[in-house]
């Protein structure tokens, strides 16, 4: 597994990811920039650029910090290509990240392993394609049909939550596996719930997120470090 | 000119409609790299292909309510940017509140208010736009030497790896969960919570007994369909 053709072929297929993730970003970024221009153009709109400015800049105040360090967060666990993907169609929390880590507990790889991050490309890759065309089912024609029903009162409980169960699905069995290493974020994360409220730590995740990973780690690396936790050895299921 | 001709007309059909056709391009571009580098390590097919129906079933569902809010968004910004905005970066919570943000900014009361033209449409158009594209950037100019530093890390550290990406995903989940777990006004979170908790051990120990492993591969979306569901039985009920 270790020889030399393997780790180039590796080192090729992180440069082939980084390569194709930075060319289809910048055409995405561009792309999107120029729906309003090409509006703004054609009609002959006046635009105020101080103005724009101004209302855009409180948004990237608040959204570009957390963008950068959901990133980062994120990376250990979809990788490169995972995060490419994801930033362009977000809904990472409540799609991309869930169906990335249940495709790679299926296949039986660990996040932060190079099978983890190939699985994790293909799944997210698949959760776009999905969310898009049903979007655009939705605009041509599903859409007037189907939003009288889910839009329904006696189903409001259930789409106000799918954050909590989602998180009660996904968080059940990693806790149960790693008992010992969920101690301490835990209890980091429900101690600062009940000092500042559940609604601020919601509304400022982001910034708290390094926070308790870093604290999370940190405690890992200690047991790891004592022999506390049992050490598997690194799987490779999934895998000849 | 009433700027929801402007909104619905052709122009934007075919802008929004171009953004998005790439965006399906790039998934199917990553998707392809991706599966012949997984059948280069030696990753079997049949569990790329499993892993591929699991995110597709389990995505539709948190895709219903992106398309209530489509519906609810294209009332006041017609139907093509709402379609083109909620099927790339954002979220129904952002574009509501960027596009509030610049109808207030003009001096109307929200993006409803009558005054709301096609000059400030097309001001709230520029600052969605502009507002969410940061992870892209980051992505853009950093991503790439974060890749080479953390896989050049990993090769020293190499058995420590497993348990630090535990670690960190504990910390992440632990985080957002903290919040519906510790608020005990809203019971129906706690009850979701539990109820998904509950059915995807159960998926797991079914799987095992019954010898079905669709069971336990489709445990995700069995399960959130179980939270879901307890929260309608919840509220109901009580």
């Known amino acids: ?240 | 000119m009433n700027y929801l001709e402007v909104a619905n007309g052709n122009l934007m059909f075919i802008m929004c409609a171009l953004v998005i056709l790439f965006v399906l391009l790039q998934a199917v571009l990553f998707i392809k790299a991706a599966w012949k580098r997984g059948a280069e390590v030696g990753i079997d097919r049949t569990i790329m292909k499993k892993a591929m129906t699991n995110a597709a079933v389990f995505s539709v569902i948190p895709s219903l309510p992106i398309v209530v809010m489509l519906v609810v968004l294209s009332v006041n910004l017609g139907q093509y940017f709402p379609w083109l905005r909620l099927s790339v970066v954002g979220s129904a919570a952002y574009e509501n509140m960027a596009a509030d943000i610049v109808a207030k900014a003009s001096g109307l009361a929200g993006i409803a208010d009558p005054g709301f033209d096609l000059p400030i449409f097309t001001m709230a158009m520029w600052v969605m736009s502009i507002g969410i594209i940061w992870g892209i950037v980051f992505n853009i100019f950093f991503m790439k030497s974060l890749d080479k530093f953390s896989k050049k890390a990993k090769e020293s550290n190499s058995h420590f790896i497993p348990v630090l990406s535990g670690a960190l995903f504990i910390g992440l989940l632990a985080l957002m969960s903290a919040p519906y777990i510790t608020d005990t006004k809203n019971t129906i979170a706690i009850v979701s919570f539990l109820s998904a908790a509950v059915a995807v051990v159960m998926c797991g120990k079914v799987a095992k007994a019954s010898g079905l492993k669709a069971i336990d591969e489709f445990s995700l979306p069995i399960s959130l369909i179980v939270g879901m569901a307890s929260a309608i039985v919840y509220t109901n009920a009580f």
């Open chain 1, 1 to 240: 597994m270790n020889n030399n053709s393997d780790i180039e072929r590796s080192r090729a297929f992180d440069d082939k990811i980084n390569n194709l993730g930075r060319i289809t970003s910048i055409i995405s970024l561009a792309l999107m920039i120029s729906v309003p221009l090409a509006v703004t153009i054609f009609y002959k709109i006046q635009i105020n650029i101080a103005e724009i400015a101004a209302a855009a800049g409180g948004l990237i105040a608040m959204f570009a910090p957390m963008a950068i360090v959901e990133n980062i967060s994120y990376y250990p666990l979809i990788g490169a290509g995972g995060v490419y993907l994801s930033c362009i169609t977000g809904n990472i929390m409540n799609m991309k990240l869930p169906s990335a880590l249940s495709g790679m507990k299926l296949a039986g790889v660990e996040p932060g392993s190079a099978e983890g991050d190939i699985i994790s490309i293909i799944c997210i890759g698949v959760s776009s394609f999905v969310t898009v065309t049903i979007l655009m089912l939705s605009m041509f024609i599903i859409g007037k049909y189907i939003t009288p029903y889910l839009s329904r009162p006696i189903l409001q409980p259930a789409f106000a939550n799918i954050m909590p169960a989602l998180l009660g699905a996904l968080v059940t069995p990693f806790v149960l596996k790693s008992l010992k290493v969920s101690v301490v974020p835990f209890a980091l994360s429900i101690a600062l719930c009940l000092a500042l409220g559940g609604k601020f730590v919601q509304r400022y995740g982001s910034y708290f997120l390094p926070l308790i990973m870093l604290a999370s780690v940190f405690a890992a690396y200690c047991m790891y470090k004592r022999g506390m936790l049992a050490m598997k050895p690194a799987r490779q299921g999934g895998t000849k």
